[in-house]
């Protein structure tokens, strides 16, 4: 055990947690014990490689998955605090879980608390653990409290930022005109559920049954890695392919995440049994513009940042990246033999501008440096400047997405006329009033519309896809073009 690990050690048994116990098993385990929870900082030594530290917390009575699981080299004792103190906050919302609270805030208070009611009722009927409470925006500002969401009526949805700094652990976001107005707490309690609940087209699992339909050469073990950045938290999986079959797998989700969480998952493997530099390439999908390897658009602190070649030359193998709808879009490529040519949607609730991966013929649209496939400027040509300001009002709900949705994939088949359009969008899941929405746009012409296909698991068709992009390029190794 060297200096850092020692002062890491004696950091963990110092800290003082309300209502948690922390005993120090031997110098490879420490023991952190709630009512509801329990914590273990464990260490592993290899010859070859600083500490590797493993956080997990497990329920009381030991069942279940772990609810917090990440491992990390023990080599930044700043890094390594951050860590311990993401999983000590966990443990701590763990030990006291309530029902997820909802505030609705208003200038008043009285549509709102009118509002309140009807979603009570509304929750009621579904079974769901939420409670709801209104009160003027003045008033709950100094109040403080522990909210899940806040919910604004459109007279103060002005303030949101102002509100997001007020309560910085919870999702702020207002309440759409249409809605409020009407009262629809139908509509208001889908947008919550969105909010507090994994992405329906992003399920848990980390396997699955889809395959490589396509006939592709696959004699290597591949290690694919997947990153999603949500509103609420930033989901990292991860999957060992050998031989195409999926040989170990798993997933970690945190507040925020970073590329050195990527190093994290190494670390895990490296405990796991495997060795980075025995694996024949290592695959990820980011989102974000991606270019020969350099990642942009995704975090001011990784602007431009080489991530290919900054993790091939510390881990001496092959390491390719890729845009996660780019990956995506192949794996609904790959996975079937019906569509040559398709066109993958994918867009988070309240975000009024999705992103594209686009497959022609076979042949992964990419275009000038990786940009094909970025839909900001496109969306912009279409929607005037005050549809846009309101566009993020329209991203909350079924037929205000459709409406931003339909227009965007119009353009899809007026310049690539795809077979089929695979939509991975929350709050869109009729394909026939899509398609209805789509009509207008082709007078006469609906004979070129493609089939509309609804996607519910995203993520396994970018780990699917970044292994036949892995494949390819190992397969065929030729140079990226220039530009």
């Known amino acids: 055990m060297n200096q850092l690990g020692r002062a890491f050690r004696d950091y963990v048994l110092d800290q003082q947690i309300p209502d948690c116990s922390i005993k120090h098993i031997d110098d490879e385990h420490i023991k952190l014990s709630t009512p509801a929870a329990t914590g273990e900082v464990n260490f592993y030594a290899f010859d070859d490689a600083p500490e590797i530290v493993e956080l997990r917390i497990m329920d009381a009575d030991g069942t279940g998955e772990p609810t917090f699981f990440l491992h990390f080299e023990l080599d930044d004792e700043e890094r390594a605090k951050e860590l311990f103190c993401e999983m000590r906050d966990e443990l701590v919302q763990h030990d006291r879980y309530e029902p997820k609270r909802v505030l609705l805030c208003c200038t008043a208070g009285m549509t709102t608390s009118m509002f309140a009611g009807k979603l009570v009722e509304a929750a009621n009927v579904l079974s769901l653990d939420y409670t709801f409470e209104a009160m003027p925006l003045a008033e709950a500002r100094a109040s403080g409290g522990d909210w899940d969401v806040v919910l604004l ?62 006939d592709m050469k696959n004699s290597y073990r591949i290690m694919v890695i997947t990153m999603i950045k949500r509103p609420q938290n930033t989901w990292l999986g991860w999957r060992i392919y050998n031989h195409g079959e999926i040989a170990d797998y798993g997933h970690v989700s945190k507040v925020s995440a970073g590329y050195r969480d990527i190093e994290d998952l190494f670390a895990t493997l490296h405990v796991r049994g495997w060795n980075v530099r025995d ?99 496109l969306f912009g040509a279409i929607h005037n400047k005050e549809h846009i300001q309101g566009s993020e009002e329209l991203a909350w709900t079924t037929s205000g997405m459709t409406q931003l949705v339909a227009p965007m994939l119009a353009s899809d088949v007026a310049l690539v006329a795809p077979d089929a359009i695979f939509v991975a969008v ?48 190992l397969n065929d190794p030729r140079p990226h073009r220039k530009h």
């Open 426 to 473: 929350d709050l869109i899941d009729d394909m026939t009033a899509l398609r209805t929405a789509m009509l207008p746009y082709f007078p006469g012409l609906e004979e070129y519309l493609p089939d509309l296909i609804r996607v519910t698991d995203y993520r396994e068709r970018i780990a699917l896809g970044e292994l036949a992009l892995c494949l390819q390029k």
């Open 153 to 214: 009526a459109p007279q103060v949805g002005y303030q949101r930022n102002a509100v997001a700094e007020a309560f910085p652990y919870a999702v702020v976001v207002p309440i759409p005109p249409k809605v409020f107005a009407t009262l629809d707490a139908g509509a208001a309690l889908k947008m919550v559920m969105h909010l507090l609940a994994d992405n329906t087209v992003l399920p848990s699992a980390d396997r699955t049954n889809l395959k490589l339909v396509r």
């Open 279 to 377: 694996l024949d390439a290592v695959g990820i999908a980011v989102p974000g513009v991606v270019n020969r390897g350099t990642v942009s658009d995704v975090d001011p602190h990784y602007t431009d940042y080489e991530l290919g070649r900054v993790l091939s030359e510390r881990y001496g193998t092959k390491v390719f990246v890729d845009n996660n709808a780019n990956a995506a879009a192949v794996g609904c490529y790959v996975s079937q033999d019906d569509y040559d040519s398709v066109v993958l949607h994918t867009q988070q609730t309240g975000y009024p501008v999705g992103g594209q991966g686009i497959v022609v013929d076979g042949h992964l649209l990419k275009g000038r440096k990786n940009f094909a496939g970025e839909l900001g400027p």
